[in-house]
């Protein structure tokens, strides 16, 4: 198994910002992709980054410019800056990562417990 374990939510005003971290551990060979997701209520949950092991990165639209996703590959841990949030980015937000499993060598697509992000306006 897989265990992704998230830190770093909170309350925050708005303009502010939080960092998140994700670390992941268990039978895990390599991890290709790992990535944030995010979940307001009522709406589903969407993509916000992801960041490959060679460190390339995707973004939604919506957080283009404020916030930053890296990696630790060393650690197997995820990171996310999140810098002039917005009232809109509130949301529990979820740590995904893609990889392969020790000994049988076959896919996980393993999620985190989601950390809530607030932000005040």
């Known amino acids: 198994q897989v265990q992704l374990v998230e830190s770093g939510g909170g309350l925050v005003q708005a303009g502010g910002s939080l960092r998140l971290s994700c670390a992941a551990s268990g039978s895990i060979f390599s991890i290709n992709a790992m990535g944030w997701y995010r979940q307001a209520p009522g709406n589903q949950r969407e993509l916000v980054a992801t960041?490959?092991?060679?460190?390339?990165?995707n973004y939604a639209d919506s957080v283009k410019g404020r916030f930053t996703i890296s990696r630790d590959n060393a650690k197997n841990t995820v990171y996310l800056q999140m810098n002039s949030l917005k009232p809109e980015d509130t949301a529990v937000y979820y740590c995904?990562?893609?990889?392969?499993?020790?000994?049988?060598?076959?896919?996980?697509?393993?999620w985190g417990q989601g950390t809530l992000v607030t932000v005040s306006s």
């Open positions: 995904n990562a893609k990889g392969r499993y020790q000994k049988t060598i076959t896919m996980f697509d393993a």
């Open positions: 960041i490959t092991s060679g460190g390339s990165t």
